[in-house]
């Protein structure tokens, strides 16, 4: 990639492809490039989850408890699979449960889990950088949606290429869904959610996919971005003082036992993501039960020796 001038004497790249269709992208955070059909379609999809509220009142219970069930489903796919096994590896999955944990993350519809995972490691490895696709250091509104509206930090690309991702791409799981993702996502965040509760209790296709899809997939998106946002601004640090992450309890609550934030960024390898196991953190909950099962396996965990070690060194002296 050649770096040339653009009309403002800004720095840009220029990525021409090889259709010859240009895309030229500004080079660091001062102006980014926006890219309006996100911003639009986010825009659309908020709007349709704030009419959702308005449906509550008047959907069938069981499509309330069905929403439920697709937001459990939804949030695993990406705490248990996209996270946990495939950004860190912090446990092994059998073919079934990464087959059920794909099917999920297409529920959640937040890019492929191997472009989510190369992202996460991006994030990991280059921390609050401008190599870290939602850098928080751009503040709370970058990290939280932000970073989705413009094209990424050239860093992000050229450093995010030193990253070893051969096992993702050695996965069969993870190809297959990348392969076929945007069918995956049609049928998993959309049309699953919306004709279960039509077919089965004869709920309005309306009330189903606006509670069920819009609403739901709105949910597990703010909640995801407030790890991104929330938990690296607000909250303690009992681990590593010299990080931003942050333990933070509202995010931890939310978002299925991810808040621990600054326990996660010191010990990324942790399969729970926290010190203290199953406490507020349904997705060790169920990695626990999977292996319980016979479906997971090889848990990693940091040792309370490590963890107390850690905390003298580098702990801020909150518990
Ligand atoms: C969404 C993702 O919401 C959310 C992720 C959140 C992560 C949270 C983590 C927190 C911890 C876990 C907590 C979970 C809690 C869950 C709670 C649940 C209750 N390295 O992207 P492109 C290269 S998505 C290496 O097009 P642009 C690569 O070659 C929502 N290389 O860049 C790539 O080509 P390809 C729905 C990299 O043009 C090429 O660059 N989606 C890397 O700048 C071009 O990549 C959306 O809203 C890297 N890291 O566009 C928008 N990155 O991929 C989807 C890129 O073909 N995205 N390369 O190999 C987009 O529209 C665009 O990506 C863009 C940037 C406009 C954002
Ligand atoms: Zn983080
Ligand atoms: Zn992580």
Known sequence: MDAVPDREGCEVVDRTGPDGAESRELN????PRIVWRNVILMCLLHTGALYSLLLIPKAHLLTWIWSYICFMMTALGITAGAHRLWSHRSYK??????IFLAAANSMAFQNDIFEW??????H????????????AQRGFFFSHVGWLFVHKHKDVIEKGKRLDLSDLLADPVVMFQRKYYKISVL????????????YFWGESMWNSYFLAAILRYTVVLNLT???????HMYGNRPYNKNINPRENRFVTFGAIGEGFHNFHHTFPFDYAASEFGLRFNTTTFF???MCWLGLASNRKRATPEMIMARKLRTGDGSA
Do not use: Q
């Open 28 to 31: 660091g955070a001062k102006r």
């Open 93 to 98: 999955a059998k073919l079934p449960l990464r």
């Open 117 to 122: 995972s190369r992202d996460h490691r991006s």
């Open 124 to 135: 990991h490895k280059y921390s609050e950088t401008d190599a870290d696709p939602h850098n």
């Open 187 to 198: 049928v998993m965040c959309f049309l699953l959610p919306t004709l279960v509760p039509w």
């Open 225 to 231: 971005w407030l790890v991104n946002s929330a938990a």
């Open 287 to 289: 990695i626990d039960l």
